[in-house]
Nanobody, 124 residues
Framework: VQLEESGGGLVQPGGSLRLSCAAS????????MGWARQVPGRGLEWVSA???????YYADTVKGRFTISRDNAQNTVFLQMNSLKPEDTAVYYC???????????????????WGQGTQVTVSS
């Protein structure tokens, strides 16, 4: 299994970024995917999840600003991040579990595979 994130970088407050996670080595279309982040000085935080049927879920801190989506033809999951705030600064990780978490998608231990992470910095 390989999960490779891209799209991180430096952006000003109020700006946007789109993260991508290219996946390989498993049946992408039947797997649930997610994103988590490591905020400086804080622990890991679950951000968002998308189930195999396309159902989406978000942490309250990003709801209305972030959008998760998936392209099963390209084995890729995306995280569109709008209205970015300095507190969104973090390393963002792509997550995978081969079985839909069925309501416990915010529990990071549910995810079997993690990418290496991509840095997002929101600063003026």
């Amino acid at each position: 299994v390989q999960l490779e994130e891209s799209g991180g970088g430096l952006v000003q407050p109020g700006g946007s970024l789109r993260l991508s996670c290219a996946a390989s080595g498993f049946t992408f279309s039947s797997s649930a995917m997610g994103w988590a982040r490591q905020v400086p000085g804080r622990g890991l935080e679950w951000v968002s999840a998308i189930y195999s049927d396309g159902s989406t879920y978000y942490a309250d801190t990003v709801k209305g600003r972030f959008t998760i989506s998936r392209d099963n033809a390209q084995n890729t999951v995306f995280l569109q991040m709008n209205s970015l705030k300095p507190e969104d600064t973090a390393v963002y990780y792509c997550l995978m579990t081969p079985v839909d978490p069925l309501g416990v998608h915010a529990r990071l231990s549910e995810y079997d595979y993690w990418g290496q992470g991509t840095q997002v910095t929101v600063s003026s």
